[in-house]
């Protein structure tokens, strides 16, 4: 028992061998933590930043299904519910579980309306889901709370062309391109430029 006692005593508090997970982590070190954080949660399974911490492992190391769990008792903690809430719902989106990605983004929306990245996973999730013209909702939503996001522009021109509005989502793409020539980023102007040629070649099969 003393043995026991003094090995516990080395291994620290509860809260310092959190912040030494968090210390692997941010040197991304994420396989090392996560038998400590599994230790950690034996004896406080209900611990929402450990949780969270676990579900960060989990997803870092490609175990997505397995992150679910952790993740969802962790956006069940107030002060985590946005941070976990949206890391769950990528997780959901990396799963292809669309409908469970989209729900769990309407819940982060409904404690921030403007939180951008919700929108971004909740506008792919409700595009998954064939859910277009509500998808489209939420790119024009972003349109105007990040009129500079080529990543949401982009997805905003997809879902008008899904939409078959393919006028607008020509324009969109040359918007796009405008877009990311401004901005004097090479790789940026060449991924625009060929989003609008997969554009011409896939949705008007205009070869020239």
């Keep these: 028992m003393v043995a026991l006692f003094l090995l516990g005593g080395c291994a620290g508090s509860f809260e310092e061998r959190l912040a030494e997970i968090h210390a692997l982590q941010d040197a991304g070190q994420f396989s090392e933590s996560l038998e400590r954080l599994r230790s950690l949660l034996v004896e406080n399974p209900d611990h929402g930043e450990a949780n969270y911490l676990l579900g960060v492992a989990l997803v870092q190391t490609g175990q997505l299904s397995l992150a679910v769990w952790p993740l969802e008792k962790a ?11 949206l890391l769950l719902a990528s997780t959901f989106l990396g ?16 404690q921030d309306p403007s ?9 792919q999730a409700l595009l998954g889901a064939n859910r277009r013209e509500e998808a489209l909702q939420d790119t024009t939503r972003l349109r105007e709370l990040a009129p500079e996001d ?7 021109a997809t879902i008008l062309a899904k939409l078959d509005r393919i006028e607008d989502a020509e324009r969109a793409h040359e918007d796009l ?13 060449v991924r625009a430029c060929l989003a609008r040629a997969s554009f011409f070649e896939d949705t008007l099969e205009d070869d020239a």
Excluded at 115 to 121: E, G, T
Excluded at 177 to 189: F, P, Y
């Design 75 to 85: 956006s069940s903690d107030p002060s985590l519910a946005i941070t976990a809430g």
């Design 177 to 189: 391109e405008k877009l990311a020539a401004k901005t004097g980023d090479a790789a940026a102007a």
């Design 115 to 123: 939180r951008i990245a919700a929108l971004k996973v909740r506008a």
């Design 95 to 110: 799963l292809q579980s669309h409908e469970d990605a989209a729900s769990v983004a309407t819940k982060v929306l409904e």
């Design 150 to 156: 080529h990543a949401a522009l982009l997805l905003h």
